[in-house]
């Protein structure tokens, strides 16, 4: 694909190829919609949240090579919705069709070593970590860096899960020979005052737009809440801004990425994790931005100009775990924007749903 053809602007009624059928698949499709662009969703699992949504979809498996190559004739360009993406169904996909963000990005976010030496790389600050590869790496790892830290696997973690604190070489040992896939890192436990991140899109001409900094809570190592404004200094929420910015850059990135930090007590920021795909702690963006961080990866994507990410109000948005799922609609005022993702069974820790909860400007009657 040449250089001009994949940078020209989708026309309305093109097919954007989206891999994964979860949550934010449906909100990347049901954005695309609205665009006036077709999407076909692939994904192996049948009941995928995002098929509900369109009508084209392939079911089957990620190195299915065969159905990757047809799904990649049926579409005009591809995305996708997590980061896990294997190496070579990147590979095969980016051979056919444009591939958006690219797999250097895939690469990068798939290993969090591999991560940490990137971002490092870049002059930006990251959690002090040893690579662990054996169990005799732990005793030196954990004395260098104090005694403790958090043990993660460098690959396939989410929500918490594939890391455990440690607070001893005994303990280190137990995670050590719990925790897979190996390699791990073992990464200090950074003091943070908060934690924020930034959602920031970048276009195939290399415009970059950033939306305001989230502060997040975690809750059991999920998401639970997102809030607008964080409560940070400028300065602060300007340097974030600069280190996401930079991070796109580096990239050569199209697409929006989000980018987790620590807030240390004097202002400074560690980058925890990036994502190369729309973010939980970006899904405010859809009650309050001119333009939310769906629409914006699909104009990105498209070879489309980005939109104004500027924030109209303050706003909270609540992830629902479990059965808080039922607080729609059984928890609804005026000043709440729900959102269910239409999964069928509700299971402790699966993310069914959120709320974005907008404080009044004026009282309402
Ligand atoms: P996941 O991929 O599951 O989101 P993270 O690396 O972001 O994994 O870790 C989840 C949460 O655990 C973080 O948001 C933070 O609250 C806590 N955490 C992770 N790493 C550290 C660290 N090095 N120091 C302190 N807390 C951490
Ligand atoms: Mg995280």
């Not at 971002?119 to 030196?140: E, F, M, Q, T």
């Not at 069928?344 to 820790?349: D, F, I, N, Q, T």
Request: net charge negative.
């Amino acid at each position: 694909m040449s250089d001009a053809a994949s940078r020209s602007a989708l026309p309305l009624g093109a097919t954007i190829g989206i891999l994964g059928g979860g949550q934010l698949g449906r909100m990347l499709s049901l954005a695309a919609s609205r665009l006036g662009f077709r999407t076909h969703i692939y994904c192996p699992e049948r009941d995928s949240p995002a098929f509900e949504v369109t009508p084209h979809k392939t079911v089957a498996a990620y190195d299915d090579h065969a159905a990757l190559g047809k799904f990649a004739a049926l579409v005009d360009v591809i995305t996708y919705e997590f980061e896990n993406v294997p190496a070579g169904t990147a590979e095969t996909l980016a051979a056919l069709k444009p591939l958006h963000p690219g797999a250097n990005a895939l690469a990068v976010s798939q290993d969090r070593l591999a991560e940490k030496t990137f971002i490092g790389g870049l002059g930006i600050p990251v959690a002090p970590h040893r690579a662990i590869r054996d169990a005799a790496d732990l005793a030196p790892a954990l004395a260098a860096l104090g005694g403790t830290g958090i043990l993660k696997t460098t690959r396939l973690g989410y929500d918490g899960k594939g890391q455990r604190r440690v607070a001893s070489l005994d303990d280190a040992l137990a995670a050590f020979a719990d925790l897979r896939p190996h390699p791990l890192v073992l990464e200090a436990l950074v003091p943070f005052e908060r934690e924020i991140s930034v959602v920031v899109a970048r276009s195939q001409d290399g415009a970059t737009a950033a939306f305001d900094p989230a502060e997040n809570v975690h809750r059991d190592g999920i998401l639970a809440t997102s809030t607008l404004p964080a409560a940070i200094s400028d300065a602060t929420a300007q340097l974030a801004r600069e280190h996401a910015g930079a991070i796109v850059a580096a990239l050569d990135y199209v697409g929006i990425l989000g980018v987790e930090f620590f807030v240390l007590a004097d202002g400074s920021l560690i980058v925890n994790e990036i994502a190369p795909r729309v973010h939980n702690s970006g899904h405010w963006t859809e009650a309050v931005c001119i333009t939310d961080q769906f629409e914006q990866h699909i104009r990105a994507v498209a070879g489309w100009p980005l939109g104004d990410p500027t924030r109209l109000a303050d706003v909270v948005m609540e992830n629902l775990i479990g059965d808080r799922i039922g607080a729609i609609p059984a928890g609804l005022g005026p000043g709440i924007r729900p959102h269910a993702y239409g999964k069928a069974e509700s299971r402790p820790g699966r993310k069914m749903g959120h709320l974005n909860r907008v404080p009044p400007k004026m009282p309402r009657k």
